[in-house]
């Protein structure tokens, strides 16, 4: 995309906008709406006490594309907003207009009520959350920081986990914490030449030797004393009525201080890949290129390798490690390592790092103490109010990035959550892909959700 104002298809969001306008016109007369960046849009419903720190909400109005050749596999057209009695059909439906909607329809449901908050309620829609968020949130984040300043907001909810089943309970699990990311970009530069008369290994042989190394010492799960998953375990233990045998055992076992060969997370890991990855840094080996002709040796090899980074590990310990990798490869093949310092030269390897390198977020403090109400109380108490007592809440991690990742400084109290849920259709919300819809049940009490957890915000000390 290019520049907002300059690449035209930016102003898809500009209709989007006015149909808010036209769809909540009360919202519209009491709560202040500025444009951040032109697409950005931050409402302001001020509060009758200026002492109290603001409410937070998020959503984006952004959505992945639609690739032409998808659409006819799609039951009904993604662009149709079809309604078929049960759920709302079409691209965006469950990421995330539903969660833009469903604030907007709860603050216009409190202003109709006559409700009247003393905790400031502020509103803040990005529009590229799915390119990285650089020109919507990270810069609503900036004006916001500017007019508040840091650790200014009581607490911030984003777009996130939906509640789900799990050990024969129901649990909800918003996202305290996201793991980090990092792109290492390596290029094996080595003598060119003609293919009839090859030295035994070429750039490509050892580039490839890199990545078999790399793919043979990849991380092992590993639960950090701040990683979510452990709380959610401790809690399936305590809770849940089919939670496993030997995971209680091992929890109960665990020594708080382990670092190496972490028994319990290598159990709980064996439950699926996507358990594993709460607890596990990824590496995968995604970009390669090498080579221009079939009878020119390579001169220049380059690979690039990805890496979601565990909670509890940091950009310069894989940063390390996969230093200490290719230093192995070129010690063998007598060629110079430049690890990260900007040079590249004939008959070297070189590492790189791309500018989209993200440290874990911080974890969000899940303490519950019944004397000082937290923030994360006041969400599992609502959660609890809206669905019964049988949903249990616990701390939940994130292996993607939503664009509270520009957020940080404004909160303590982050959390990534979908609130609305429909025990029938759960999982059905085909997020990024065909035939992605929401139930309207969900989505109403989504709307419900927000209502109550505003009125509950306005009720405590934080
Ligand atoms: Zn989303």
Known sequence: MGEVGEDPRWDAFIPFAGYLFKTFPLSHTKAQLQHVNKHGLLYTWQGSDPTLKPTLLMAHQDVVPVPGSTVPQWTHPPFSGFYDGTFVWGRGSSDCKNQLIAIMEAVELLLEAGFKPKRTIILSFGFDEE???VRGAQQLSKHLTEQYGQNSMAVIIDEGAPITKAWGSVFATPGVAEKGYVDVDIVVRMPGGHSSIPPAHNGIGVAAELITLIEANAYEPYLANENPYLGLLQCGAEH??????????????????????????????KESLTIKYLMTTSVAVDLISGGVKTNALPERTSFTVNHRINVGSNIASILSHITDLASQIATKYNLTLHAFNGTETPSSITLSHRKTALEPAPVTPTVIDPKAPSAYSVLAGTTRALYGEDVLVAPGIMTGNTDTRYYWDLSENIFRFAPGWDKEQEGLGSIHTVDERISVQAHMDATRWFVKFLRNLDEVDL
């Open 131 to 133: 390119i990285s968020g």
């Open 240 to 269: 849940a009525p089919s939670f496993p045998r030997k995971l209680k055992h091992l929890l109960h076992k665990r020594r708080p201080s382990c670092k190496k060969h972490d028994a319990l997370a290598l159990e709980a890991s």
